[in-house]
């Protein structure tokens, strides 16, 4: 009963605050980008929010717990860096195209092909499915344990409360409710990592540092190092390329008034990263308290089920869900702006319906027997590296080929994917780093390769020339 008076009041809260602060959307651009003006403070707060995914919550307590500081280190840091990496890039895109919603139609644009246009798309919507669909695994898993629903019965629940405000108005629906859960999440971070210490004593957080048996305490060290190349240096890989390969942080990006974009994505990174930070002080205190724990999954909901009374699951839980959602609305706008490059004269029907569809492709994914958060989160990381390359090149004035862009990302996924999945199916870090890296550069060299020898200079495309010698 508790966990289900807890859906109710989220989507209570969600449904008041969308519709007392935003108006109803009757267009297409409008409910994608609104008027293109979002200010700074709440597109900040909506950019940590949407951040703040399952890996965010779950997989950050666990490396925590597990592998200590340096577990969370390779976590967290690439978390924060690649906000404010993308900053110049984001801003590039916004001058050369102001008007723009989606980065696929910027690609299209840019080399006018659509060939190049449906490889970001199959990418970008790759994401957003198997982002939605790890945010209802996670969500469920806890939700369905509490309430005693039959986990398919939440995943749904979970999507329905989703849907259920960000069609109202799409984009402004988005940002506004993040901004309200991540305010309340901060506020319970703080409060259980300050109780928390006070709980178990500061001894027990700096004995946590070196994880649960007490080897990881050093990035540097052999024990770190093994950390580094089996999750670390794949993490980074995937995280660095996480806003570049997201149709959300695009969306975001030509929502903001254009003078702001710098400062939101700044702030936004460093709000975010209190809430990794923080899942990740439980891990420690859990590990250096020596509880045993039962499933690393939901490491985070266990601890604090240990430490505190009973009543500390109901602000925890409302965290996840309000963590969770946060992420799939972002993706629910992120796939009705792709609508605007698949369909001609697209309309409002045709983009709820895209929301619909991918809704239930991620309850399909979620309901996948087997599956974990953090094997998904490697998962898409790397799919999303596929186009990173390509991305950054054009975006500093390298003058690709269309065909060697499609080439490019075609090969970094079918070289690249099926490497890191043998890595996590078995395991095996050399294989999930080989994979890793194979996505990431593979694109970029191969487009590089095939496009003609061209540069941009002073607003005028020209052809090295080659010298022969006599």
Known sequence: MKGICILLAYAAVMLLATVTLTRKEKGVEGFCVGDRNAGWLLSSLSIAATWVWAPALFTSTENAYMKGFAGLFWFLVPNVLCLVIFIPFAKQIRREMPFGITLSGYMAEKYQSVGVKRVYLFQLIGLSVLSTGVQLLAGSKILSSVTG???????????????SYS???????????????????LAVCAAFVFSG???TGGDSLLRGLAGYDGTYGSIISPAGLDVFLGFGLPTAIGLISGPFGDQSFWQRVFSIKERYIGRAFLIGALVFGVVPLSMGILGFLGAGAGYQVQDAAVINFEIISWLFPAWAAVPFLFMIVSGLLSTVDSNLCAVSS??????????LKITKAAMLMLLAAGIGIANIPGLTVTHLFLFYGTLRASTLLPTVMTLKGVKLKADGIIAGVIIALCLGL???ACGALFNRAVYKTIGSLLTVLSSGIVAALISRREVWHCGKYTRKKTIHKK
């Open 149 to 163: 629903l039959p986990f398919w019965a939440v995943t749904v629940i979970l999507a329905v409360i989703g849907y």
């Open 418 to 420: 099926p490497v890191f």
């Open 197 to 199: 210490i006070r709980q």
């Open 338 to 347: 792709l609508t605007t490059d698949i369909v001609k004269g697209n309309n």
């Open 167 to 185: 069609q109202f108005s799409g984009i402004r629906a988005s940002i506004m409710t993040d901004a309200i859960q991540i305010i309340f999440m």
